[in-house]
């Protein structure tokens, strides 16, 4: 197991930190600007546009992309790290055409779509034209486990009529969003993970309504959001339908691995440039005659968050390279060890720069506030910690089974 960086990800790590050295970190504070300047805060801030178009003329664009369908070739081993480096801003996924549900959507069309399906939505997601959205979870049950899902997609002729209603559906405020992948039942009597099914749904289809926004520890995530949307009796050709009836929970378990990568490294390169902060602040400040760095506590902050953030990203490059060597369903429980250990420690990391920062550390003074909100929402994106320890007891359990 080879945990040196190839020679391609090395270059791309060079122009990705450039680039975020020198346009990302000060555009947060021009984005913010834009943003409460507007007319409202889910109109786009120009400085995004701007900044997607250098990088795109930078060729660090789409980098997600599985190894046949990107430019750089690249495995999960090596886009681990690029997404690193993007996690240290919120805005920056998106810059480079990077940014969830996006990168999993546009997965799910590559593996799952048909000709006309990508031609449609597919190419403008590539090129970073629109936005889309993917609505799974619901409110009425507990959506952890997948195949509660009550929304229904039934046949009616060439249609699907599609009822029921969504929430956490990321994107689902923004204007951009034209296309959402609904996951609901087309056949309740059906095996338990043979009853699900996913449609595509067009943003402007009657009978869809985005109920409200919905916050995040009190950030909206303006302008992308995140939605409460109902469906009422909204209607799809029958061609809307992702692989065919019945295969839902297949799509969302194929959508799920890579994502977690990305989710996993993004969180590291928060918890990256927390830890630079809070070095930075400790190095600055006084207290009780000397500085914050000499005190012994703020050293153990330090020392215990550096080995955290080692440990988090073995981890997650030992799952990437399983994935890449093997499949997915291989580094299953690898995928829900870094899924339960990472939002965790990168949530840890961060509330020690917080405390170095004092009061300045909970507010808009710096990044720690959102990206702390970011980390503890990770521990229930893609299924709660509680239920990925379950899994990971289970898969660790049978290798002592039967003896």
Excluded at 164 to 169: E, H, P, V
Excluded at 331 to 338: L, Q, S
Aim: include cysteine.
């Amino acid at each position: 197991m080879d945990f040196n960086y190839s020679e391609k990800t090395k270059e791309l790590q060079a122009k990705l930190t450039g680039f975020m050295d020198e346009y990302v970190y000060e555009a947060e504070i021009i984005y913010e600007q834009q943003l409460n300047e507007g007319e409202s805060r889910w109109n786009i801030p120009p400085i995004i546009d701007e900044l997607k178009e250098k990088a795109r003329k930078q060729g660090l664009w789409n980098l997600f992309l599985p190894e046949a369908h990107n430019p750089y070739g690249l495995t999960n081993q090596e886009y681990a790290p690029l997404a690193e480096i993007m996690g240290r801003s919120l805005i920056a996924p998106e810059i480079f055409n990077c940014n969830a549900p996006d990168t999993g959507n546009m997965e799910v069309f590559l593996k799952y779509g048909t000709e006309e399906q990508k031609n449609e939505w597919l190419k403008p997601l590539l090129d970073g034209k629109i936005r889309s959205a993917f609505a799974m979870t619901e409110p009425d049950v507990a959506s952890s486990d997948a195949t509660n899902i009550e929304c229904s997609i039934e046949r009616d002729g060439d249609e699907y009529i599609i009822n029921g209603r969504k929430w956490w559906t990321t994107n689902g405020v923004d204007p951009r969003t034209k296309i959402i992948i609904v996951m609901g039942k087309t056949e309740p009597e059906a095996d338990r993970h043979k009853q699900q099914s996913m449609v595509l749904v067009p943003m402007d289809t009657p009978g869809v309504k985005m109920e409200r926004p919905l916050s995040i520890y009190g950030y909206d995530h303006a302008p992308t959001g995140h939605a409460e949307i109902s469906f009422n009796n909204v209607r799809v050709p029958v061609e809307n339908i992702l692989l065919g009836e019945g295969r839902g929970f297949e799509i969302a378990q194929g959508r799920l691995g890579p994502g977690r990568v990305h989710h996993c490294m993004r969180a590291i390169g928060a918890a990256e440039r927390a830890l630079e902060l809070m070095c930075k602040r400790a190095e600055s400040r006084e207290t009780f005659g000397k500085k914050l760095s000499e005190q012994g506590v703020i050293r153990e902050y330090i020392a215990d968050s550096r080995i955290d953030i080692e440990q988090a990203r073995l981890l997650t490059l030992k799952t990437a390279f399983i994935m890449d060597e093997q499949d997915n369903k291989a580094a299953r429980k690898e995928i829900a060890m870094i899924k339960v250990a990472v939002p965790k420690m990168c949530q840890e990391v961060i509330d020690r720069a917080v405390q170095v920062h004092g009061a300045g550390g909970v507010s808009q003074v710096t990044p720690l506030a959102e990206h702390w909100a970011n980390a503890r929402t990770l521990r229930l994106v893609d299924g709660p910690d509680e239920v990925h320890r379950r899994d990971i007891g289970r898969l660790e359990l049978r290798q002592y089974q039967g003896k």
